[in-house]
């Protein structure tokens, strides 16, 4: 697609259950980013890409956290025993280099639920 | 520390003027951006400043002083479609500091 997918578009889940969140990047973008934002709240930084790898780990709330991006392309955020404060909507850009100020291509995001 | 500060919420008609300002202090700045987001949507690019100095798109202008930490968004002949969220983001290195944006609405 021409655009930022990610999936699922919903999902609400149980407290204590982990969950897998999913972004496409726009084709050819080499770098990726993961956003949260909570109810009324701004964007906060979680983790980005640069290919593969994930230079920058800082913004990530805990050890519950984790993402891995393979190919170049596809990433999944993953967290683990998943918390009612983690429910947010989850956002993922892309752009085509990152240190530059290319602009970042943003995703629907994921609304994620726990109940 | 990252501290970047934006009016929470605005207000103005249909037609009009209004000027969104952001101000910041962050430890490393690579330009500024400006976001717009509607309600429920992602948000989208309006512009980005690294020098000082006003960049105009239209109706949107945005304006950037590195020695005050300062930027605005100048929105012209506004529109009720302008009625959304708009972010200041902070490019710092690779990392997009973002503000809790400021909600604007605009009433006919």
């Not at chain 1, 259950?17 to 949260?36: M, Q």
């Not at chain 2, 605005?72 to 983001?89: F, G, I, T, V």
Request: glycine share 10%.
């Amino acid at each position: 697609g021409a655009g930022v997918s990610q999936s699922p578009s919903n999902k609400v889940t149980e407290k204590g259950k982990d969950v897998e969140l999913r972004c496409d990047p726009i084709s050819g973008h080499t770098a990726l980013y993961w956003y949260r934002q909570s109810l009324g709240q701004g964007l906060e930084f979680l983790i980005y890409f640069q290919g593969n790898s994930a230079p920058d780990k800082s913004g990530l709330p805990s050890d519950r956290f984790s993402a891995e991006r393979t190919g170049g392309s596809v990433s999944t955020l993953t967290i683990q025993r998943t918390q009612q404060e983690d429910s947010a909507v989850y956002l993922c850009a892309s752009s085509k280099t990152s240190g530059i100020a290319d602009e970042q291509f943003f995703g629907p995001g994921t609304r994620l639920t726990v109940l | 520390g990252q501290n970047i500060d934006q009016p929470t919420e605005m207000t103005a008609t249909e037609g009009a003027i209004v000027q969104i300002n952001c101000t910041y202090q962050t430890s490393g700045f690579n330009g500024l951006f400006w976001y717009q987001q509607h309600a429920g949507e992602a948000p989208t690019f309006l512009s980005y400043n690294v020098l000082d100095g006003l960049e105009e798109k239209g109706r949107f202008s945005s304006f950037l002083s590195r020695s005050k930490g300062y930027s605005y968004l100048l929105l012209k002949e506004l529109q009720m479609k302008d009625s959304a969220s708009y972010l200041c983001a902070v490019l710092n290195t690779d990392k997009l500091i973002f503000g809790t944006g400021t909600r604007l609405q605009v009433f006919p």
